[in-house]
């Protein structure tokens, strides 16, 4: 029997016919006994593995696939025999086969026999030949496939050019431009392929063609990453440009897996990027997420974590701006955790559990998602204090902030975190974060009401930008404004409402193009709502609004106003829980409104309990960048409504 997992799992009698394995959970865990290496693995391991949320007859579950599984692998076993394959060995099971029936032990061996001998050149050309999809291809993307499918595929990529190599030294590999092409196509960042290529070419007699990958080689690490070439292409460029004989047959340096990372690092050049703002920061975040998959590929953990936690770009909202990409990082982030394992560097793991902790935004979070992030923020904080590093400690500290809006009415806890940002930034000539700690005192300040304050951290803000070089900061602030004059358009004497309006369109067109969809999106709509409300008048009815990810708790005020209470009805009872983020106490206000106008108590009183902890806060303002006024006025509506049903 032969077992394959490069590729979808699959089990092959001797003839080649196909054992029946059962369903994706025997597969998934035959798989898991293929990836151990002939190794126990626990039962609880096992367990862990195969389900996120184990249910209560996990380890019942378990054995049944585990016994279906040794009548596949072995169907003419005796009654009562003891298995040979699939073994019970201690605590756990094991996979008992020869290393040459598994495909990918026999490419591992492979591949290490040919770094060594240059007469395994054949030997490779086959395994690689035996790669039928990316390793594990119809497991489910669980943490111990992800690690699997990221370590082969980077041996899969080494053997790749490691077989283009030995061609190439051995005076053959004109025929590889075809191959080489599509590979540096698709694996642009790694070096060795780009020097790979422009031999072929050479050794094809295209000398010009070589050049120009070379160059082509360059301008993409220096424009797009910030890198100067490795030694090994600039050395290669001047053997093509002069001929050199060594191009014939010497043995040359590209064996290597990875990419080079030289001292101004992709992930500079994107934190750089992320504090210009605009068309910058939407380069900023590819670029950085192709930074971390670069250093992944290398398989150094430590460097990995380097460039992952050199990203300590201030973060200030809880959506993020490219979910996607978020949840790569984090993906990464929790790899690269495991990796270093417990006993690894304490300043590398910090880093790692405050970037999970920021990149992890509440909004989109599954409630398992959120804990875990919680507990990575609460121990980036606990090591950062242990190690007394205050630039790794305020990145931590921006962790716990996105992690501090776990219910509504947690404005003063976020004051006390952005007041020792802020003290931390100050004293240790930290301006980024020193303007972090402000806008956190301003959307405190304003979410408690206090608008003295908030303008005064505000105008402090604008100051450090300055320093900070950070243009983005007035964005922001001129949404504090706009929020400040809806609040006092309701005093007498105040501004008009149309004023504040105009102010609010104001900051929208700012904001339109600072590259931060996850702040921008139906922030506008929401803002003209929460103003209107101010009045006591009905929900704007413009059908261009973009009500983004907030219209489903804005749509049953929609349809008021536009006299379709059935309709609006129906639209309150299927909105769900609004998300734990900036806008909570905001959402749940309109939940109240709707709900107080509908007559529906069940969902006052939902929204009722969800405000009472943040009856002295106002709508919205935890944004600091607009308001529905006080929280305490649509509280009453929901208790009153309650109170009647």
Do not use: K
């Not at 395994?120 to 497991?139: F, I, N």
């Not at 990372?261 to 950085?288: E, F, K, Q, W």
């Amino acid at each position: 029997m032969r077992i394959e997992v490069l590729g979808a799992v699959r089990a092959l009698h001797d003839d080649g016919g196909p054992v029946d394995l059962g369903g994706p959970r025997h597969r998934e865990v035959l798989a898991r006994l293929v990836a151990a290496e002939g190794r126990l693995v626990t039962t609880d391991t096992l367990v862990d593995d195969l389900w996120t949320e184990p249910p209560a007859r996990a380890v019942g579950a378990l054995r049944t696939f585990v016994a279906a599984l040794r009548r596949a692998v072995e169907p003419g076993r005796p009654p009562r025999t003891p298995p040979r394959v699939l073994v019970t060995e201690g605590p756990g099971y094991a996979l008992r086969l020869p290393r040459e029936d598994v495909d990918v032990h026999r490419f591992e061996d492979v591949l290490s026999r040919a770094r060594r001998d240059p007469g395994a050149l054949s030997d490779l050309t086959g395994a690689l030949a035996s790669w039928r999809g990316p390793a594990y291809a119809d497991v489910p993307d669980s943490a111990w496939a992800q690690r699997e499918r990221a370590r082969l595929e980077e041996l899969r990529l080494e053997g790749v050019e490691l077989r283009a190599r030995l061609l190439l030294d051995s005076g053959e590999g004109a025929d590889l431009v075809a191959e080489l092409g599509t590979h540096v196509a698709g694996h642009p960042w790694r070096e060795p392929a780009w020097g790979l290529l422009a031999r072929a070419l050479h050794r094809a007699g295209r000398q010009a063609d070589a050049l120009a990958a070379l160059r082509r080689a360059r301008a993409m690490l220096v424009d797009q990453l910030g890198l100067d070439p490795g030694a090994d292409l600039r050395r290669l460029e001047t053997d093509i440009v002069n001929q050199s004989a060594a191009l014939d047959g010497a043995r040359s340096a590209w064996t290597g897996p990875g990419v080079r990372l030289g001292p101004r690092t992709t992930v500079d050049l994107a934190r750089t990027l992320a504090l210009a703002g605009g068309d910058a920061l939407v380069h900023s975040r590819r670029d950085r997420l192709t930074a971390v998959r670069a250093a992944e590929r290398t398989g150094d953990a430590g460097l990995t974590a380097r460039v992952i936690g050199a990203y300590d770009v201030p973060a200030v909202w809880s959506r993020a701006d490219d979910p996607e990409q978020s949840r790569g990082v984090v993906a990464a982030a929790e790899r690269t955790l495991t990796a270093l394992g417990p006993g690894g560097p304490a300043d590398l793991r910090a880093r790692l559990l405050a970037t999970v902790a920021v990149e992890s935004r509440s909004a989109g979070l599954s409630a398992t998602g959120l804990e875990r992030a919680r507990r990575a923020a609460r121990e980036a904080e606990a090591l950062a204090r242990d190690l007394g590093d205050p630039a790794l400690l305020v990145f931590a500290l921006n962790g716990v902030f996105l992690q501090s809006f776990s219910r509504p009415g947690l404005a003063a806890v976020r004051d006390v975190i952005g007041a020792e940002i802020l003290e931390l930034a100050t004293r240790h000539g930290l301006p980024r974060f020193a303007v972090l700690g402000r806008l956190v005192r301003l959307q405190s300040a304003s979410a408690l009401g206090d608008l003295d304050a908030a303008a005064v951290h505000a105008e402090a803000a604008e100051q450090l930008a300055v320093t900070a070089e950070s243009p983005l900061v007035p964005v922001l602030t001129g949404w504090f404004r706009a929020r400040a004059t809806a609040a006092r358009s309701t005093e007498p004497g105040g501004p008009a409402a149309a004023t504040a309006a105009s102010h609010y369109r104001a900051a929208e067109d700012a904001l339109r193009t600072a590259g931060m969809p996850g702040l921008h999106r139906g922030l506008f709509p929401l803002a003209l709502l929460g103003l209107r409300l101010l009045h006591d008048r009905p929900a704007p009815t413009d059908p261009h609004l973009d009500w983004g990810p907030y219209r489903p708790w804005a749509e049953p005020l929609l349809l008021l106003s536009h006299d379709r209470p059935e309709e609006a009805r129906t639209a309150l009872a299927s909105a769900p829980e609004p998300p734990r983020d900036h806008l909570q106490e905001a959402l749940w206000c309109l939940t109240a409104r709707a709900a107080a106008r509908l007559d529906e108590p069940h969902i006052a009183a939902r929204a009722a309990t969800a405000l009472r902890d943040a009856r002295d806060e106002h709508a919205g303002a935890a944004s600091g960048m607009l308001t529905l006024g006080p929280v305490a006025r649509y509280l009453a509506e929901a208790e009153a409504c309650a109170g009647a049903g």
